[in-house]
């Protein structure tokens, strides 16, 4: 990992602490970058990928006029509530390396071997995330799971089908960690969704380098999601 990397991590870890513990409140206004430079003693960069990952993690938001605002529904309660032992914070970062590896690889052959019944079926899983999204369902977990999973079977790999089978708890634990907090956000829940039928949209037309991306750039979010909370967790 980069210095600038390690550095922006700091950045974004110190401003959710700072939210947690209440030193800013939801609907603040958080100072401008050169003031957030200037009091961390890091160049603008380095403040503008920390915050980058705050507003990717539905902590903050952009409003017309310029800055950055804490979220009225501020998840620290929701990411306070969200304990893991070291063990657990150690598998969901290795399942998150096989899932960068596996899914994008899924959503690719998937777009070559689906069949008209397997589409059919992720976009009867796509309906219920759709639903999920505009009304904060709380089976959103399982939905999501579903359709990643229905993605693997349209591989025809049993490999990857058994892989997907067997890591289904673990599976469930990250999804937690990094969509918890958009449950009370419809703008980050239709976000999600719509990066889901990204996916969809590649593999119904038959575009596995367009559905290869799409998975990509779904994973890339999440892991923004994913690295900021488990900063908190030592392992």
């Given at each position: 990992?980069?210095?600038?990397?390690?550095?922006?991590?700091?950045?974004?870890?110190?401003?959710?602490?700072?939210?947690?513990?209440?030193?800013?409140?939801?609907?603040?206004?958080?100072?401008?970058?050169?003031?957030?430079?200037?009091?961390?003693?890091?160049?603008?960069?380095?403040?503008?990928?920390?915050?980058?990952?705050?507003?990717?993690?539905?902590?903050?938001?952009?409003?017309?006029?310029?800055?950055?605002?804490?979220?009225?529904?501020?998840?620290?309660?929701?990411?306070?509530?969200?304990?893991?032992k070291s063990d657990d914070v150690e598998s969901i970062r290795h399942l998150f390396e096989m899932r960068?590896?596996?899914?994008?690889?899924?959503?690719?052959?998937?777009?070559?071997?689906?069949?008209?019944?397997?589409?059919?079926?992720m976009k009867h899983v796509l309906d219920k995330l759709e639903y999920g999204s505009l009304n904060a369902?709380?089976?959103?977990?399982?939905?999501?799971?579903?359709?990643?999973?229905?993605?693997?079977?349209?591989?025809?790999?049993p490999v990857m089908i058994h892989m997907m089978e067997n890591l289904a708890d673990l599976y469930e634990?990250?999804?937690?960690?990094?969509?918890?907090?958009?449950?009370?956000?419809?703008?980050?829940?239709?976000?999600?969704?719509?990066?889901?039928?990204?996916?969809?949209?590649?593999?119904?037309?038959?575009?596995?380098?367009?559905?290869?991306?799409?998975?990509?750039?779904?994973?890339?979010?999440?892991?923004?999601?994913?690295?900021?909370?488990?900063?908190?967790?030592?392992?």
């Open positions: 990992m980069s210095k600038k990397e390690k550095i922006s991590q700091i950045i974004s870890r110190e401003l959710l602490q700072l939210i947690e513990s209440g030193h800013y409140l939801p609907g603040d206004k958080l100072p401008t970058e050169m003031e957030l430079s200037k009091q961390f003693g890091v160049s603008r960069i380095s403040v503008r990928e920390a915050l980058s990952v705050l507003r990717a993690s539905g902590l903050i938001t952009s409003r017309q006029g310029g800055g950055s605002y804490i979220e009225e529904n501020t998840q620290s309660q929701i990411l306070r509530s969200i304990h893991m960068k590896i596996l899914e994008p690889e899924a959503a690719y052959l998937a777009a070559t071997r689906r069949t008209r019944e397997q589409l059919s079926s369902a709380q089976n959103h977990y399982t939905n999501d799971i579903a359709f990643h999973r229905a993605v693997i079977l349209a591989t025809h790999n634990k990250t999804l937690k960690v990094t969509l918890e907090p958009n449950k009370e956000l419809k703008q980050k829940r239709e976000s999600v969704y719509q990066e889901h039928c990204r996916i969809y949209e590649a593999i119904e037309l038959e575009e596995p380098e367009l559905a290869k991306v799409q998975s990509t750039i779904h994973l890339r979010n999440a892991e923004k999601k994913l690295s900021l909370f488990l900063q908190n967790y030592e392992i």
